[in-house]
């Protein structure tokens, strides 16, 4: 294998694995799991999403998945939504309550600002650029 594509992979390993531990810190400040968060983003990224589209995108069980709604619908995060044509789907949105005081991503900020302050615009441009290409190239 080329070394520098084993380089890329390490990298992302490795960035993903400081994230990860920098969100876990950053959100238990809340009461928030880090995997609530990614579950929080996907929902907010892909509104109406359904609990099976949900739990194949985060790798999780459904009954996991469901079980992690459940407790940001009973915290006013997420809501559930049926809609009258098929009672058998529920599709998951951000509860508009939560847009008035969206704890979590004040500290997805904060925690942005803090790990990119140190970069310029010339940086900020490259790691895009670098990033869309990966992103371009990877499929499905």
Known sequence: MD??????????HKIHGKIRKRS??????????YKEVLLFNTVRINPNITLGELSAL????????????TRM?????????????NRRIVHLRI???YK?????IEKRNQ????????????????????????HALMKE
Do not use: C
Request: hydrophobic share 40%; no cysteine.
């Open 3 to 12: 070394e520098r594509l084993e380089k890329i992979w390490n990298l992302h």
């Open 24 to 33: 876990m810190r950053y959100y238990q400040e809340i009461g928030v799991s």
């Open 58 to 69: 985060l790798g999780l069980s459904k009954s996991t998945a469901s079980s992690m709604v």
């Open 73 to 85: 619908v009973e915290s006013g995060i997420i809501i559930r939504e049926v809609p009258s044509d």
């Open 95 to 97: 509860s508009p309550d």
């Open 100 to 104: 008035s005081k969206p704890a979590i």
């Open 111 to 134: 925690m942005i600002s803090e790990l990119f302050s140190e970069m310029n615009d010339e940086d900020i441009k490259e790691a895009l650029k670098g990033l869309e290409l990966m």
